[in-house]
């Protein structure tokens, strides 16, 4: 098989460069179809880790934001 | 030349440059946590404005608005570049000694010593030749003074300073994974708690109507608003396009969400070990195996490419239409006094504002973009993955050290079994992540979508690291302790 692609590529490398895309969501779809996806309880348990910890960053990020806020009235 | 080496130019340096120097003990997991933090939060507060800009309102615009969401950068402040130098420095660097085009024996410690010095030191040029870029360009103003020209690369490149020895402080292991992602992480968690909550009132409109930042909080205000009525106020919440709209949000919210779904994708290796018989487990293989750093490395590109372009339409042709420079490369058009979007040639590299808008008038932006996105995605995955140490070849060596192997195979052929997995899931993972920003640029987040994909990929890559850390070392954190949470993670 891969000779024959190979044989292919030599005569025609047009059609080799065209080959490569498709070949590329070939085997990529088939990694993803042996992948192990999360279920419904792992996914919100995520959700919720990623999500709380994102807004408790965001929260206390943007308390410094604000502390800007009449810093810059009085620089400016 | 034979025997040159890149990073023997940087030796005069090596005793000039501060350098953080590595912790003598291991940092206990509270310190950790608090390092990084404490860094990421000085970052956020270090975003001042500039002192010595004109007052006037100034011809040159922003060039790089939809760049700066996924460097944590903000106009007209100190960082004002946000974390980009340090990023693609560091980045760029380690790309070209994995590919071996800068030699560096990382092995030797006076080579690693070096090489260090010189990713600080190509940053901090970054950071002055950006500096003088948007001087010199008008973007702070015309005909400045030769002491507000000192003081502005007193300020940018200062406080750009601050940022690489900080982001130092975090990669030498008193904070948890690398420094720029982290602060990364922080900043674009704030901005998305700012755009959706955020209640400080900013004046739009020639009446002198005053709008809250956040979109949820812009709605609330709007329903109760007297100058608008009900449904109007509603509308207009989804709508706006001066400031984050209702739209937006729901739309990095949906992002972020799939990138965690994406996240934990994985195959199952089954593994067994070959000491003990009848020991079987699995190893999980990534789908997202190099993480956000595809999609940051597309923006690294694009960053470079449209200031280059910037550098060649303000500095060299003036932005005008009819000098011949404009004519090959195009030119800025101001867009509602904020910002500056390229024409013809550099609008194929620039997402379009809005879905619609896009598609009417600049229908080729679609496929170049995206294809720009993919390729360098793909690429720098399939590079990445080679060079890094989580590399199949590596993988294997780890594999024999801890006397594990695949069921069913031979110790021998396990780097191979390995090498057929580890590339296609990182590349397929970064076609994904890129398909996302791009999706998210399409409709028209301005640089907040890929932001969001950087953001929640490296988010959850450092959720997972603390909550190692913390299984490993955790047991006596006080911090644990305040927060009565045995192992919430």
């Known amino acids: 098989m891969a000779k024959v692609n190979e044989k292919k590529g030599a005569v025609n490398p047009v059609e080799k460069l065209a080959e490569a895309p498709v070949e590329f969501v070939r085997e990529g779809s088939q990694f993803l179809s042996k992948c192990k996806k999360p279920d419904m309880k792992e996914y919100t348990k995520i959700i919720k880790a990623v999500g709380i910890g994102f807004v408790a960053v965001g929260i206390i990020g943007y308390a410094i934001k604000l502390v800007h806020i009449p810093i810059r009235y009085l620089i400016v | 030349m ?35 933090i404490i860094s990421a939060l000085i970052y956020i507060f ?36 946000g974390i980009f130098p340090v990023f693609s420095s560091g980045l760029i660097l380690q790309l070209l000694a994995g590919l071996k085009l800068i030699k560096v024996n990382f092995k030797v410690q006076q080579d690693r010593e070096l090489f260090q010095t010189l990713t600080k030191l190509v940053a ?18 015309e005909d400045l003074s030769i002491v507000q020209i000192g003081l502005l690369n007193l300020q940018l490149v200062g406080a750009g300073f601050v940022v690489i020895l900080m982001s130092e402080v975090i990669d030498k292991g008193f904070g948890f994974a690398s420094g720029c ?41 709007g329903l109760r608003s007297k100058h608008k009525t009900f449904f109007g106020g509603l509308l207009s919440a989804f709508n706006r396009d001066y400031l984050p709209n209702l739209n937006t949000t729901l739309i990095v919210l949906a992002i972020g969400a799939s990138v965690c779904y994406l996240q934990s994708f994985r195959l199952e290796l089954p593994i067994r070990s070959t000491k003990a018989r009848g020991v079987s487990n699995v190893y999980p293989i990534r789908l997202l195996h190099v993480g956000g750093l595809s999609v940051a490395f597309s923006y690294i590109l694009l960053f470079t490419i449209h200031i280059a372009a910037f550098v060649v339409i303000q500095l060299i042709g003036k932005n005008d239409p009819s000098s011949i420079v404009c004519k090959i490369f195009g030119h800025y058009e101001s867009v509602s006094n904020l910002f500056y979007t390229p024409t013809f040639p550099l609008s194929l590299l620039t997402p379009p504002k809005s879905l619609f808008s896009g598609l009417l008038q600049q229908p080729l932006t679609f496929f170049v973009y995206t294809a720009f996105m993919l390729v360098t995605g793909i690429w720098f995955a399939d590079v990445w993955q080679g060079m890094s140490g989580s590399s199949a070849r590596d993988l294997a060596l780890q594999f024999k050290e801890q006397d594990i192997t695949l069921t069913g195979r031979r110790e021998q052929g396990v780097a191979k079994e ?13 076609a994904l992540l890129a398909i996302l920003a791009i999706v998210g640029e399409f409709l028209g987040l301005k640089g907040k979508g890929a932001g969001m994909v950087v953001g929640v990929a490296t988010g959850f890559s450092l959720l997972e690291l603390i909550s190692i850390d913390y299984q490993q070392s955790g047991g006596q954190s006080a911090l644990a302790q305040v927060l009565g949470a045995p192992g919430r993670f």
């Open chain 2, 2 to 36: 034979a025997g040159f080496r890149l990073i023997d130019v940087v030796k005069p340096f090596l005793p000039i440059l501060p350098e953080v120097e590595a912790p003598f003990e291991k940092v206990s997991f509270d310190d950790k946590l608090v390092y990084t």
């Open chain 2, 46 to 81: 270090s975003q001042f404005p500039l002192a010595g800009v004109s007052k006037e309102e100034t011809v040159v615009k922003d060039p790089i608005y939809f760049l700066r969401g996924v460097f944590g950068a903000e106009p007209k402040t100190l960082l004002e570049f």
């Open chain 2, 124 to 141: 901090l040029l970054q950071y002055f030749i950006l500096a003088n870029i948007f001087i010199f360009s008008g973007y702070y103003g």
């Open chain 2, 181 to 221: 992602m982290t602060i990364n992480t922080v900043v674009i968690a704030t901005n998305l708690v700012a755009d959706t909550f955020g209640f400080s009132q900013i004046a739009v409109g020639s009446d002198g109507n005053k709008e809250a930042q956040g979109s949820i909080i812009n709605l609330l205000q």
């Open chain 2, 418 to 430: 390995l090498e057929k997995v580890i590339p296609v899931a990182s590349t397929t993972g970064a």
